[in-house]
């Protein structure tokens, strides 16, 4: 499976560790939770998460009296499904539109780099082989790369790509994305964004003025706001996410770059943190590297 593979860095550095600070111990006390409370937090968890998931587990130390340290993989294993179930609100089978009028609109944000275009190409991949049309627009108008790669992703995935000249207001290119939208009844309509982080004034002004644009057509839209982040940048992710979601209402998010990455626990972290679902998982740079993200089977490809 491409999850199993995807994650397989993250797994093995993990268990690595792991191993490391159980090595010679027979049951869990208080120096296995220490070493595992740094276990987690060099997986990149976050420290929130990780007190959160130590707490859990002193408990039911506490409460079995007795737990050997064989047992501790599978007691990790529940408590993370637990802290995952009860925060993240959304769990996607596949990659089927919400059922809304048409079109869907979904806005993506984060900062280059992250994998935004890659995630926007697959997604309109999958969504196309579900039998929807799809639009893109490459509202990201600052750099002419920008326009180029989705450009590229159009072409290959066979999907119109709403594109005009550098340096042309984004709001503009929304606009004219959602407009050419409706006039052809497509079903989702993918706006690509500029992320600039450095003047969060500026960000915030920018993002605003593009949904403002887009509700001339459709006003319930962006029904989703997307933010990207890159999973291999780790704790980086976790602070580029607490800008966006100051910045912008986020209501979902993708995890880029899992793959060849051992800081695939972040995702447990973002979860936790900010209880915004985490819709999509990237696990590599083809068009099929692209995840609806289950909670359970992550959990399931972390510890099986
Ligand atoms: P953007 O600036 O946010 O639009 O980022 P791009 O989509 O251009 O991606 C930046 C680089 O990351 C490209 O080389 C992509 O091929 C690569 N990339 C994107 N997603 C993934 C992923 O899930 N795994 C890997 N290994 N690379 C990815």
Redesign the pocket.
């Known amino acids: 499976e491409s999850l199993d593979k995807g994650l397989e860095k993250t797994k093995e550095s993990f268990f690595t560790k792991l191993g490391k600070a159980v090595a010679g111990k027979s049951k869990v006390d208080d120096d296995v939770l220490d070493e595992l409370e740094e276990v987690l937090i060099t997986s990149d968890v976050g420290v929130d998460t990780t007190i959160k998931i130590i707490q859990r587990i002193e408990e039911r130390v506490a409460r079995d009296k007795y737990l050997g340290v064989e047992e501790l993989d599978k007691i990790l294993k529940e408590e993370i499904a637990g802290l995952l179930s009860e925060n993240n609100v959304q769990d996607l089978k596949d990659f089927t539109l919400p059922d809304v009028k048409k079109p869907y609109v979904i806005m993506v944000v984060?900062v280059?780099?992250?994998?935004?275009?890659?995630?926007i190409g697959k997604l309109s991949a999958q969504y196309k082989n579900a039998g929807y049309n799809v639009v893109l627009g490459a509202a990201d108008t600052f750099r002419a790369a920008?326009v180029d790669?989705i450009k590229l992703w159009g072409e290959r995935v066979g999907v119109p790509v709403i594109a005009k000249g550098m340096n042309t207001d984004p709001s503009a290119v929304a606009f004219e994305a959602v407009e050419y939208g409706v006039k052809n009844n497509a079903d989702v309509v993918i706006i690509d964004t500029a992320?600039r982080l450095h003047n969060k004034v500026n960000l915030m002004n920018e993002l605003t003025k593009i949904k403002r644009v887009m509700q001339k057509f459709v006003p319930e839209a962006p029904h989703d706001v997307m933010l990207?982040l890159d999973g291999s940048t780790g704790q980086n992710a976790m602070i580029q996410a607490r800008e966006f979601t100051k910045a912008t209402e986020v209501t979902s998010m993708a995890i880029?770059?899992?793959?060849?990455t051992a800081k695939g626990g972040v995702v447990i972290g973002i979860s936790e943190e900010f209880k915004i679902p985490v819709k999509y998982i990237?696990?590599?740079?083809k068009v099929d590297?692209l995840q609806v993200f289950n909670k359970a089977e992550f959990v399931d490809s972390l510890f099986n």
């Open positions: 984060g280059n780099g992250v994998g935004k275009t890659t995630t920008a790669q992320g990207v880029t770059k899992l793959d060849g990237g696990v590599g740079e590297d």
